[in-house]
């Protein structure tokens, strides 16, 4: 079992490496002022809230695809990885823990 220091350490780098995808993910913004500029217009034009609200989510929406699917792969990744080495070594030190004799 890691002594708690490096377990404190290792999520430590996890949390920085969320904090990283998080930033990633918040700076795709195109389709977010894209579908709110279109949204106001049309929903100005037919004086109703509808269009704005639709094509404000699909913007968001689009925002959210683009950076999870292109944008901030290899953070993404790099996360995915660091969370199932974390994990899978809560497991080893849960069965090095629970092994008699030890």
């Not at 490496?17 to 049309?42: D, F, H, P, R, Y």
């Not at 929903?43 to 269009?51: L, Q």
């Not at 929406?61 to 699917?69: E, I, P």
């Amino acid at each position: 079992m890691p002594p708690p220091v490096e377990r404190a350490k290792e999520t430590d780098s996890l949390n920085k490496k969320g904090i990283v995808v998080s930033n990633c993910m918040l700076e795709q913004t195109m389709g977010t002022v894209v579908g709110v500029a279109s949204g106001l217009a049309w929903g100005v034009t037919t004086k109703r809230i509808k269009p704005f609200i639709l094509l404000s989510t699909a913007g968001t929406a689009a925002d959210l695809l683009f950076g999870y699917t292109h944008a901030c792969t290899d953070v993404i990744d790099d996360y995915f990885k660091a969370t199932k080495a974390e994990k899978a070594l809560k497991a080893s030190s849960k069965d090095q823990a629970s092994t008699p004799g030890r």
